[in-house]
């Protein structure tokens, strides 16, 4: 392998330089190599359904859910007060959009189902 630490100036442009490659190159070898094992009948379930699952998440069909509130201030951008009431309702245990359950439920104890 030729010696490249002449072709750089300083650590910050070797970093940069392996940064932009695994970017590009390997983004694109993890891609390939994903789509290769979900399309390897001889590949196991576990690593079919965990390659599908990188190759959707690392296009972000998975963010939608996690997806914080558009609403919500930049910290950076936010007084003291406005922390403090974003820090409360982070650290608050309710959840105001869950549905609120009262009442006896009847509970089904017929047989044949997907538990039995």
């Not at 010696?3 to 300083?10: I, K, L, N, Q, V």
């Not at 190599?33 to 590949?43: D, G, P, S």
């Not at 609403?71 to 409360?88: F, N």
């Not at 359950?101 to 017929?110: E, L, N, P, T, V």
Request: charge should be negative.
């Amino acid at each position: 392998m030729p010696d490249r630490s002449e072709d750089y100036r300083d650590d910050d442009e070797v970093q940069a330089d392996l940064a932009h490659r695994i970017r590009t190159e390997g983004g694109l070898v993890a891609y390939e190599t994903c789509l290769a094992a979900c399309r390897a009948e001889t590949a196991s379930w576990n690593a079919r359904t965990h390659a599908a699952r990188s190759i959707l998440d690392a296009g972000g069909y998975f963010k939608a859910a996690a997806q914080e509130d558009p609403t919500e201030k930049d910290p950076s951008t936010m007084t003291a007060a406005e922390i403090a009431d974003a820090l409360a309702r982070l650290k608050s245990p309710k959840m105001p959009d869950a549905p609120k359950i009262s009442g006896k439920r009847k509970i089904s104890k017929a047989k044949g189902g997907a538990f039995d």
